[in-house]
């Protein structure tokens, strides 16, 4: 038993002084960098001076572009038109025309034939009425023969006479027919116009009686038969 004892007495000594020792050294590690860093902060605190950090000027604000300014076109002037210039007049000298005179020789008259003029018969008045009465009497039978009695009237019955007068001229051709005595109907009255419009033209005129113009009123007769 003491024997063991005294062991364990050496054993705990040894473990003593070494955890002594262990101990003060860690001690130390920890206690000198505290300083060492103490007296850092120290020296660095009195000696350094801190700058202060000035803040940065705030730029300028960019001013603002001027707006151009907008271009007024100049109206282009009109050109007035040139009036157009005047040809000058050039003068230009005439030579004197000299007269050439000529021996005109005077035309001898052309002796004309007289022309005979057709006798004129000599008619006594009653072969005037003769020849009147013969050529009324085909003036009316030409009337009388292209007469068309008009449907439409004679379906209705209607009878009567117009009276038409005209002009026959030297050859026989007609104008200016018109109306004198209106029937009572009209579609008679414009038949009546019709025919003498239709005919257009009788015989020339004869000589004998010397007319030009021969202005003739008719009676055209329109009845059922």
Known sequence: ???????FLITSTIYAIVGFFAFFVFANALIIPDKAAEEITTISLSTVEVAQVQPEPTPPEPEPEPEPEPIIEKPTPIKKPEKPKKPK?????????????????????????PVEEAPVKNVNPAQVHNLE?????????????????????????????????????????????????????????????????????????????????????????????
Do not use: C, H
Request: proline residues 6%; hydrophobic residues 35%; without cysteine.
């Open 1 to 7: 038993m003491n024997r063991y004892q005294s062991s």
């Open 89 to 113: 007049k050039e003068y230009i000298q005439e030579k004197p025309i000299e007269k050439v005179v000529e021996n005109v020789v005077a035309p001898q008259p052309t002796q004309t034939a």
């Open 133 to 225: 009465s013969a050529y009324l009497a085909k003036v009316k039978a030409k009337v009388e023969k292209n007469k068309v009695y008009p449907r439409v009237a004679k379906r209705l019955n209607q009878t009567g006479k117009v009276e038409v007068n005209f002009d026959v001229m030297k050859k026989g051709n007609v104008k200016n027919v018109k109306i004198v005595k209106k029937s009572k109907f009209d579609k008679l009255d414009e038949a009546t116009l019709e025919l003498l419009i239709k005919i257009a033209t009788f015989e020339p005129i004869p000589d004998e009686l010397n007319r030009e113009v021969w202005n003739i009123t008719i009676p055209v007769d329109y009845q059922i038969q």
